[in-house]
């Protein structure tokens, strides 16, 4: 929200511009005031960005090749992989991109936690982000259907049972999901038209995201609210610009190793081998990237109650901005929320680990302390801890991080007239 | 930036990690060097010939490998046969092509353009023949096993006699790497059993490592082209992050804030 107005300067831009203001967004895009000390974990909205174009790109194309029949599927890929010029290349970035997109939502999402970017004003946006990581997530078990290998039917048959645990209509609804009585080539199409789908949506919901995050500006790992533009910020364009630039091409180098180096180690073999409905797999297991939530659906003993586990898990997400009771945004001023920021992200990832091991024996007893805490952290940590930590100073703005004749100050200012 | 650095290394490591723990289990298979590893890793052409005629000779009776076809045996990348050799190869096998102008199905010898042609005409006839088991297909045989080429070249090397106390059903073997140690599919290999037209000694394990190096190649038969793009995109992308990095600086210089 640039505060001046924009005029074109050439006559055919301000014809054009009074009509339509695309000139207008464009000048708000570059000059939008952004705070300066943002740190690399800030890059991952650009970087999501990019993983969103890039999953639309490739799988456009794929689709162009693939057949959505439970008979030529799995074929359709081999022909893909070998006979497509560049097939393989666009599919494994695909697949790939997948992982890569998750890898970088999730660091999106506990640098929020971090720096509580979810806090008011931002709630909208955080609410948002919230829907778009359930569609991301529906959009990737649909895509990981489609090569209809064992894991993609048998993963499907497993989680569209998962409503069966609805009580009276929850076998209808199944049968109704199925388009049958088992996973079968009516689910296939239906995925895959959803598969189609849902990134469209998500890339609108996007512009919302980012619309909704240019009303306020962005937070910051300071967590204050600053005056834009100021001597705080900084216009987008060149230096957020090239910034995001710099930190995509890092995570480029990355994703590229995966893609051309180990392109199915993120993959189950048993997807390479065709759908067979009369043979189930050893161990039936989501990508990673689901295993968090896996583990916590299969920690609870019953059906109904672990399905709604899960989905409170993902949930609960939605209503944290009024769970978290504290007014201070950013952990670097909460010594206890840190401890147990620190703490929830280690939960993570041993539900994620133990959801990829068998449930039974310890495996099991550890993902139910885990998702224990998970809850335990979100509604009762969160909410008690707002009213009885004891949080550090708050400096006034960025460029003086500590408030009154702190050292840091001292060192701040010092290091300013060095610049000069 | 160096704790950024730091921390996201730390995740893509743990991230890496714990993927492979998840899909290699834990079997100690036999170890032989692959050509085909690493960053610049190729394919042996003599082993992907060599494992061409193992396939052909031994497994093909049983296997079949529906995704490929005889052109694929002439491609860059691949056995690299010559034109002539891949066209006679093709020759040797017939195929049902038609209906004619007479509207009757007929035998032609095969084609480039033909797939490899199968030793069952279906699911059921193949079970029938092999006791009720299934000889599964080998076009990605090695991508849809844990263990990949390891497993494969162990398992053809790993069978013995049952230990002690363990009791075999009728035509069931005993494999050490195979899971559950149980494999409907007998010994497929011996020494000498086939002769090698360059004159390797065909060992065991010499045509465990040949067939084992050609079902790689079928699974992945743009790997050679995969490893060399790879590379030059990843220089590519760090030369590209070093000027951008030095051009960052460079803008960021006029504020007083770290990059």
Known sequence: MSDHEYTPTSKVGKWFNDRLPLLTLANHLTDYPTPKNLNYWWTFGGILTFCLITQIVTGLTLAMHYIAHADMAFESVEHIMRDVNYGWLIRYIHANGASMFFLAVYIHIFRSLFYGSYKSPREIIWIIGIIIYLLMMAAAFMGYVLPWGQMSFWGATVITNLFSAIPLVGEGIVTWLWGGYSVDNPTLTRFFTLHYLIPFLILGLVVLHIWALHVPGNNNPVGIDIKKPSKDTVPFHPYIVIKDGFALLMFMIVFAFFVFYSPNILGHADNYIEANPMVTPAHIVPEWYLLPFYAILRSVPDKLLGVVAMLSAILILAVLPWLDTSKIRSAVFRPLYKQFYWILVADVLILGYMGAMPAEGLYLLIARVATAYYFLHFLVILPVLGFKEKTLPIPLSITEPVLGGSTNLAMAKNKESLDN | ?259
């Not at chain 2, 590379?231 to 600086?249: E, N």
């Open chain 2, 1 to 259: 930036m160096k704790n950024f650095i730091k921390l996201f290394s730390i995740l893509v490591l743990f991230f890496f990690t714990v993927t492979q723990s998840q899909s290699a289990e834990k079997v100690d298979y036999l170890k032989t060097d692959w050509s085909f590893k690493g960053l610049f890793g190729k394919f042996d052409r003599g082993s992907l010939q060599r494992g061409y005629q193992v396939y052909t000779e031994v497994c093909a009776s049983c296997h079949s490998m529906k995704y490929l076809s005889y052109r694929n045996l002439g491609e860059k990348g691949g056995p690299e046969f010559s034109q002539a050799e891949v066209k006679a190869i093709a020759a040797s096998f017939e195929v049902i092509d038609g209906p004619n102008a007479d509207g009757e199905m007929f035998e032609r010898p095969a084609k480039l353009s033909d797939k490899f042609v199968m030793p069952y005409d279906n699911v059921k006839a193949a079970q029938a023949a092999n006791g009720g088991a299934y000889p599964p297909d080998m076009s990605v045989l090695v991508k849809a096993r844990g263990g990949g080429v390891d497993y494969i070249y162990s398992l053809l090397q790993g069978y013995e006699d049952a230990p002690s106390g363990m009791t075999l059903d009728e035509g069931v073997h005993y494999n050490k790497y195979m899971y559950g140690n149980k494999i409907r599919m007998s010994a497929p290999l011996s020494d000498d059993l086939i002769e090698y037209g360059d004159g390797t000694k065909a060992t065991v394990e010499q045509m465990s490592k040949d067939v084992t190096t050609f079902l790689m190649w079928a699974a992945e038969p743009h790997l050679e082209t995969r490893h060399q793009m790879g590379f030059k995109a990843i220089i590519y992308l760090i030369i590209l992050t070093i000027l951008v990095y030095f051009s960052m600086k460079k803008i960021w210089s006029r504020v007083e804030s770290e990059v």
